[in-house]
């Protein structure tokens, strides 16, 4: 249950985790309401992302994956994965006017705002809501610092220790590279393991469009080393 690097070579696979595995976090139905009528849309932009996540020259993103099998003697495969944004590393290098990699842009301005399976309006408040926030809260504590991106297990290899793998792989990256904090925006999903493993909710906050009922509730979350 070692995590190894992410390959460009292991897109498939990871996309596969994430289409199966996401659907049990109320945000992906939030977001992506229509993906089992437009699986084909789902599947090329949810692929093109981590593309980009794995790209060897996107080097502000770092991707970790798990392997496993169900029963002794079979093939192992790719049952977990998580994404990290390190861009600590180039701000160290170029200092703080380095604006850092976006594969969210990036996928949106190729194709990804005419994707039949979003619900935009989610879609955008999702992903703004989450960067205002993280402004307003990590934002002031610096650059020393990396952020998790996405954790996602194939259900049938859940509660197997391999999301626990990656995220202390993680941790373990923030003690060496002397980092303030490891942070993430936590949906219900993994708000218990992240809490398990000694993240603190520094705040609650709501994702939801103007004038709309239907909203998600997120914990920004943080460890900070040595707690």
């Not at 789902?42 to 794995?54: A, Q």
């Amino acid at each position: 249950m070692t995590p190894r690097l992410g390959l460009p070579a292991d897109v498939d696979a990871i996309t596969n985790v994430i289409i199966q595995a996401m659907p049990l976090d109320p945000q992906w139905d939030y977001r992506f309401p229509w993906r089992h009528e437009f699986p084909q849309d789902h599947w090329k932009y949810t692929r093109m992302l981590f593309e980009y996540f794995l790209d060897p020259s996107y080097d502000d993103w770092l991707v970790m994956v798990v392997e496993d099998s169900l029963e002794p003697g079979d093939g192992s495969q790719i049952v977990a994965f998580g994404v990290w944004d390190v861009s600590f590393a180039n701000k160290r290098i170029h200092g703080p006017t380095y604006v850092p990699q976006d594969p969210v842009t990036d996928v949106e301005e190729n194709g990804g705002s005419t994707r039949r399976d979003a619900n935009h309006e989610h879609f955008d408040a999702f992903w703004k809501g989450q960067i205002k926030e993280y402004k307003k809260v990590f934002s002031p504590i610096g650059p020393e610092q990396m952020h998790m991106q996405i954790l996602a297990t194939l259900p049938e290899f859940q509660r197997r220790g391999h999301g626990t793998s990656l995220c202390r792989w993680a941790m373990e990256t923030v003690r060496r590279e002397h980092l303030k904090d490891l942070s993430v925006m936590a949906s219900p999903m993994g708000y218990e393991l992240y809490t398990w493993l000694g993240f603190r909710c520094v705040e609650q906050f709501y994702i939801q469009v103007p004038g709309e009922e239907e909203k998600l509730t997120i914990e920004a979350m943080i460890y900070k080393p040595g707690r």
